[in-house]
């Protein structure tokens, strides 16, 4: 039995929440007319029951939990559709946490011991960059400036 578009965006947004963008797609793929998803999405904006802002506050957090760093975040977040100044407020990379976020990180995949070898301090560098750290952040990690054995 079909359900109405309103029905089917709440029954995605139980789950979790969505970005405006990510809801649409998934409605898009239901066969839904484009007119139909922005009315249903509209009135679910101004219900308060769809919110980018909601969205991207959850999803950061989230994010950070799993060890993601801010540049990573940021990009996925743009990928949902979230505009620049939503993800602007929930995601500042010059936040001290992410550093101490990116040495958590570090000890977490390659133990307490910092690396002495340059091999190694590349190879924890380039698995932070990919967690989306800024250099900043990873030099700060690996104790680049007077680190002391």
Same mark, same amino acid.
């Given at each position: ?40 999405? $509209? ?16 999803? +950061? ?16 977040? /743009?990928?949902?559709? +979230?505009?620049?100044?939503? +993800? ?6 010059? $936040? *001290? ?14 133990? $307490? ?5 340059? *091999? =190694? ?15 900043? =952040?990873?030099?700060?990690?690996? /104790? ?6």
């Amino acid at each position: 039995m079909a359900c109405s578009i309103r029905e089917a965006a709440m029954n995605y947004l139980a789950r979790r929440e969505h970005s405006r963008r990510e809801l649409e797609q998934k409605l898009a793929q239901k066969d839904f007319s484009s007119a139909e998803i922005n009315g249903a999405l $509209d009135q679910l904006i101004d219900d308060g029951l769809l919110s980018d802002a909601r969205f991207a506050e959850s999803y +950061v957090n989230a994010r950070r939990q799993r060890g993601s760093g801010p540049l990573k975040i940021q990009a996925e977040l /743009k990928m949902r559709g +979230v505009n620049d100044e939503i +993800v602007a407020h929930y995601l500042e990379p010059q $936040d *001290a946490s992410w550093r101490e976020l990116a040495e958590e990180a570090r000890r977490k995949r390659f133990g $307490d011991a910092l690396p002495d070898e340059y *091999a =190694q301090r590349m190879r924890q560098a380039r698995f932070l960059q990919q967690r989306g750290f800024t250099h900043e =952040q990873i030099n700060a990690a690996l /104790k680049t400036e007077g680190s002391s054995d």
